[in-house]
C-alpha cells in the first residue's frame, strides 16, 4: 500500500511521504469527528422531526458502510500537508516572518495555528506572491467559516465566475485580473442558506 500511496501523493503534486501523510490523515480524522457519531443525538427532538419530514436521514453509521468522514479528512490532509508555514510564505513574499504574522493578525492572510505554528493555506500565493484581489476576498468572508471550506470554495468553479465563457474557480478569475468584488460577493455568502 505505501508504494500505491506515494504514487498517488506523487501524481498530486505533494511532496510528503507515505507515512507522514497517514500520520495526517489520522490526525485529521481524530480532530473532525468522534468515531461512531450518532447524528440524532446532536439535535433535539423538534429539530430531528423537521430534518427527518425534508428527507435527511439522522440514523447512525452501520458496520460497512462508507464512512461520509473520508473525503473531508482526506481533503483535511491534503490542505494541511500542502499549506506553508510562516518561515516557508516570508520566503515566498521575500519578507521577514513577522510581517507574515503581521499580515495574519490583520486579516491580510488566511491562516490557522496547530501544533507546529502558523499554517497558511497554499491557494492564497501565486509562484512569487499573494493572489490579486486577496484582501479584498478576505474581508467579506464570515468569520465562523473553516481552512477546508475556504479552500474548497477557492478551488471549485463558480458559476457566477466565467473566463473564456466557461465557470472558473475564484482563484483562477482573480489569477486572470477578474475583478475581486465579484468573488467578494460570491465568499461572502459562504454558510448562509441558498
Given amino acids: 500500500m505505501s508504494v500505491a500511496l506515494e ?13 507522514a501523510f497517514l500520520t495526517l490523515v489520522e490526525d485529521a480524522a481524530r480532530r473532525l469527528s468522534p468515531p ?7 439535535f433535539t427532538p423538534d429539530q ?4 427527518a419530514d425534508v428527507g435527511l436521514d439522522l440514523s447512525p453509521h452501520t458496520e460497512g458502510e462508507t464512512d461520509f468522514r473520508a473525503r473531508t479528512v482526506a481533503a483535511h490532509a491534503v490542505l494541511a500537508d500542502s499549506a506553508l508555514t510562516v518561515i516557508t510564505a516570508a520566503r515566498t ?33 501565486t509562484g512569487s506572491g499573494v ?8 474581508a467579506a468572508l464570515p468569520e465562523d467559516q473553516p481552512a477546508l ?26 489569477l486572470a485580473g477578474g475583478d475581486p468584488e465579484r468573488v467578494a460577493t460570491l465568499a461572502s455568502a459562504l454558510g448562509t442558506p441558498a
Fill in 7 to 19: 504514487n498517488v501523493l506523487a501524481k498530486a503534486g505533494l511532496r510528503v511521504d507515505a507515512d
Fill in 36 to 42: 461512531n457519531p450518532d447524528p440524532s443525538l446532536y
Fill in 48 to 51: 430531528r422531526a423537521v430534518l
Fill in 93 to 125: 513574499l521575500g519578507v521577514d516572518p513577522s510581517r507574515i504574522r503581521h499580515r495574519l493578525s490583520e486579516g491580510r492572510l488566511s491562516g490557522w495555528k496547530d501544533q507546529g505554528g502558523w499554517r497558511l493555506p497554499a491557494w492564497q500565493f
Fill in 131 to 138: 493572489l490579486p484581489g486577496l484582501e479584498t476576498v478576505l
Fill in 149 to 174: 471550506v475556504i479552500a474548497a470554495f477557492m478551488s471549485n468553479q463558480q458559476a457566477d465566475l466565467e473566463i473564456n465563457a466557461k465557470p472558473a474557480t475564484p482563484r483562477q478569475w482573480l
